[in-house]
């Protein structure tokens, strides 16, 4: 007989499998695909991996992978709000935090209260950690736009101003990779990819 937790955990193994239908607005670099959560997650934490030594602070870098991998699990019931939506705000956390006490709820207790606290603690922001997860989640869809000339920018007509705002958040884990992205930011109206 298998044993409760096991179960629960397995459970949750193959409910989690439907992050990968999760489609992004972002593409792929130098692509036309979009990119599913499952791939955005895994790319963060590879990110993380390599990144690490930019965090201005000291982080645990283990924690920062495990906040990539789940950060968007809860989009499996909320869905995927596109950061630059005019109509519905991307911080849409009570909807999420609903999503996440249901999916992380399906594992052992002790296992679920981990997880959800590592969600909350990503969404809040305010831990070293939190801060450098969010960078990487700020920087990559910049990298991808960046290589598909203007990419979701283009599509749907967001201007620098806007893409600024979002994306300064990046500062907030590493100055250094900040003053990356803002340069990316401004070569990419001198290139005419992202319009002010």
């Not at 869905?79 to 999420?96: L, P, R």
């Not at 250094?176 to 109206?189: K, R």
Request: glycine share 4%; net charge negative; proline share 1%.
């Amino acid at each position: 007989m298998i044993k409760e937790d096991l179960q629960k955990q397995i459970e949750f193994i193959k409910e989690i499998d439907k992050i990968k239908y999760i489609r992004r607005r972002t593409k792929l670099f130098n692509s036309d695909r979009n990119e599913n959560d499952a791939e955005h997650s895994w790319h963060l934490a590879l990110m993380a991996m390599v990144l690490s030594k930019y965090a201005d602070d000291e982080i645990d870098l283990c924690k920062v992978i495990k906040m990539v991998l789940i950060h968007d699990i809860v989009e499996i019931d909320a869905g995927d709000t596109f950061i630059y939506d005019e109509n519905k705000n991307h911080e849409n956390t009570a909807e999420e935090l609903k999503s996440a006490k249901r999916i992380f709820g399906i594992l052992p207790e002790k296992q679920a209260a981990e997880f959800i606290e590592l969600w909350t603690e990503f969404e809040d922001g305010i831990s070293n950690e939190a801060k450098f997860a969010r960078s990487m989640d700020r920087l990559e869809p910049l990298l991808q736009n960046t290589s598909n000339n203007g990419g979701t920018w283009k599509e749907f007509g967001v201007k620098y101003e806007t893409v600024y705002e979002k994306k300064k958040a990046i500062r907030n884990g590493s100055k250094e990779l900040w003053e990356f992205a803002e340069n990316l930011l401004n070569d990419s109206v001198k290139k005419g990819i992202l319009t002010k």
